[in-house]
């Protein structure tokens, strides 16, 4: 079954320590999406890709860099310049970023990370 | 992007319809409605878009005002399985921006 894979589920970092989240999926969708979620409020977007080679800031970068050197993979990484990083982050996909066609955008599963 | 309101919270009863408001006044002619849930500690999961017109599947319905201000999603007949928070999206291009949304809980 195509979907998104996000690894791992949960992660544990210390403090000034760099960590990379990854995410990989397998329904050749054009555009990738970084989501944050912190406890009770809703998902505010780290970054976004539409294509290979290419992506764009959302709301909330500062202190967090990507890359998209294949189209099945947008991995994050978490820099120590991000002060506030424990948090729920997820990963989706979608067929176009524009024209949100059918069902949309398709979450994985978030992968929660807490600094130690 | 227009700004949507929802309801931080509401209950339904068990095999009850679950009605879900939403107000965004500010939309725009070309921005479409999304309604994507979430349970705890899962990604959101889509569940109905519209534009102008209303909209049913095999999960809700959506009904969207003449005026285009506001919206409700249906739950025909709820289930303890549908205890989620539900986010009420208005947008247009490349990503979605989600809200607190509106946690509904389902009880026996």
């Known amino acids: 079954d195509g979907g998104i894979t996000q690894s791992p589920k949960y992660l544990f970092r210390k403090e000034g320590q760099n960590v990379t989240l990854s995410c990989e999926q397998n329904?050749?969708?054009?555009?990738m999406y970084w989501y944050r979620q912190d406890p009770g409020q809703g998902l505010r977007l780290i970054y976004y890709?539409?294509?290979?080679?290419?992506?764009q800031k959302g709301d909330i970068a500062e202190g967090y860099s990507v890359s998209r050197e294949k189209k099945e993979s947008f991995p994050l990484t978490v820099t120590s310049a991000q002060k506030n990083p424990t948090a729920f982050y997820l990963c989706?996909?979608?067929?176009?970023?524009?024209?949100?066609?059918?069902?949309?955008?398709?979450f994985g599963s978030g992968t929660r990370l807490t600094v130690v | 992007d227009a700004k949507t309101t929802q309801p931080p919270s509401m209950d339904c009863a068990e095999g009850r319809a679950a009605n879900l408001p939403c107000n965004h006044s500010t939309i725009s002619g070309n921005e479409y409605v999304y309604w994507y849930r979430q349970i705890h500690s899962q990604g959101p999961q889509y569940i109905i878009h519209?534009?102008?017109n209303n909209e049913t599947n095999e999960m809700a319905s959506l009904i969207i005002t003449e005026d285009r201000k506001s919206s409700t999603l249906i739950l025909p007949h709820a289930t303890l399985r549908d205890t989620a928070v539900y986010y009420c999206?208005?947008?247009?291009?490349?990503?979605?921006?989600f809200g607190k949304g509106t946690s509904l809980l389902v009880t026996p």
């Open positions: 329904l050749n969708h054009d555009a």
């Open positions: 519209g534009l102008k």
């Open positions: 989706a996909s979608s067929i176009q970023h524009r024209a949100l066609i059918g069902g949309g955008y398709t």
């Open positions: 890709s539409q294509i290979v080679n290419d992506f």
């Open positions: 999206i208005v947008r247009v291009g490349y990503a979605l921006n």
